[in-house]
């Protein structure tokens, strides 16, 4: 199966330059492609994800895959898919998310051997410019008429806000990242979100006209839930790839919780796995849909696509240990992971000898008399084990040498680390 077949099996291609020629293309030996990313946060989200992928896609067939940081672009907004303008990032946040952003693309790609994935900044080749050699360069060759042809901008033209001249530039910008791409690192195409389908081919028609060569372009569908929800929206707002602002478990659960009409698409899309296999998983599920089958595989994979195999296993067992599982078998790290999670204290081991003043003092009693009522109706556990109203919690073995973890119920928990 060929690269690009196996991404129309993926659901992966929304448009395309000449589809004979680029498979030509691809067949004839590694290619230059390249995706970007405006840091317009200090952290990529969940709906980037699939640019990363894609890039690892073609690495894994041989192609060499370029990441582009949109330390440029970034400062003016692209106005593809939005109603109103962006707020312009001063230098300093926007150097900060670069820095922040870099470190999140380096995780999924190779950047050794031959095939070897490179970063860059558009700022390093677009802040030299002059705006008389932007415009002489760069916009000479396209004309307004072109310009508001483009579904982005014709969209923003026709909203009640309107477009700035510095979102409407942003077409000319992007086009001149293709442009030097091509010229200075040998990149012949640029993938992208359908939304990007105008700016990919404005910088087709400027390498054509700037160099003569033949360039190349691709988009996938833009990622969304079956209920049409804009994907990577949780609970908790933005689902992040930085684990300080969605932590591992919580990124994990996130696909654990997915409804069942989303799990094939995003196996196919979001891991590695292949179509075969892919297929084989989903009829696994389909037999037995309680099992959850094709959501754990999914975030298995993809938790452990952006966080690392070690942080995926962490938050699985925390999720064991959180739905009733046995505490005392969990590692450190998955208690650490819990820590995360659910309320905590820091107790001395003299304090536990007052079973109700811990129930209290950690809320998981409201009052003296609720928490002896539900030790009666033995309502709480420690490290996995009913507690009665005569159980010294100071002799209690902790988890890990350090933890106690309260439970009241099925749901709620609190972890007392105790010191000394």
């Not at 650490?336 to 304090?351: G, I, L, Y």
């Not at 420690?382 to 749901?411: C, M, P, W």
Request: proline content about 3%; overall charge negative.
């Amino acid at each position: 199966m060929s690269l690009l077949t196996d991404l129309d099996a993926r659901g992966l291609l929304h448009d395309t330059t000449d589809r004979t020629a680029l498979e030509a293309r691809l067949s004839a030996g590694p290619i230059g492609v390249y995706v970007g990313f405006d840091p317009t946060a200090d952290s990529l989200h969940v709906g980037n994800l699939l640019g990363q992928v894609m890039l690892r896609r073609f690495q894994l067939a041989g192609h060499r895959p370029v990441v582009l940081a949109g330390g440029a672009t970034g400062m003016v907004g692209d106005p593809g898919g939005r109603s109103e303008e962006r707020n312009l990032l001063d230098r300093e946040t926007l150097a900060h998310n670069v820095v922040c952003v870099k470190k999140q693309l380096e995780r999924i790609l190779d950047f050794d051997g031959s095939s070897a994935a490179r970063l860059v900044d558009n700022a390093d080749w677009t802040a030299p410019m002059s705006a008389l050699d932007f415009l002489r360069d760069v916009g000479k060759h396209f004309t307004v008429n072109q310009m508001v042809a483009k579904e982005s901008v014709r969209a923003r033209m026709e909203s009640e806000h309107g477009i700035s001249y510095t979102e409407f530039s942003y077409m000319l910008l992007q086009a001149n990242d293709f442009r030097h791409l091509c010229e200075h690192d040998g990149v012949e195409m640029q993938m992208g979100g359908s939304d990007q389908w105008g700016n990919i081919t404005a910088g087709i028609e400027l390498i054509r006209r700037r160099t003569g060569k033949h360039a190349f372009g691709l988009t996938w569908p833009l990622l969304t839930r079956s209920e049409g929800a804009k994907m990577g929206k949780s609970v908790h707002g933005a689902l992040w790839l930085d684990p300080d602002k969605t932590s591992p478990y919580q990124f994990r659960q996130y696909w654990i919780q997915l409804p069942d009409d989303d799990v094939e698409r995003f196996l196919l899309q979001l891991t590695l796995r292949s179509v075969d296999d892919v297929a084989a998983i989903v009829a696994e599920h389909r037999a037995a849909p309680e099992k959850r089958i094709g959501q754990r595989a999914l975030a298995t994979d993809v938790t452990a696509l952006v966080h690392g195999a070690d942080a995926e296993r962490a938050a699985a067992e925390a999720a064991d240990v959180l739905f009733g599982g046995d505490p005392t078998r969990a590692s450190r790290a998955a208690l650490d992971a819990v820590a995360r999670e659910v309320p905590s204290t820091t107790m001395s081991r003299a304090q536990l000898g007052d079973l109700v003043t811990v129930l209290t003092a950690t809320q998981l009693a409201q009052s003296n008399s609720d928490a002896r009522r539900t030790l009666g109706q033995k309502g709480f556990r420690a490290n996995g084990q009913t507690i009665a109203d005569d159980t010294d919690l100071s002799t209690v073995s902790l988890l890990a040498g350090e933890y106690l973890l309260l439970r009241r119920g099925k749901t709620q928990h609190h972890l007392v680390r105790v010191a000394g």
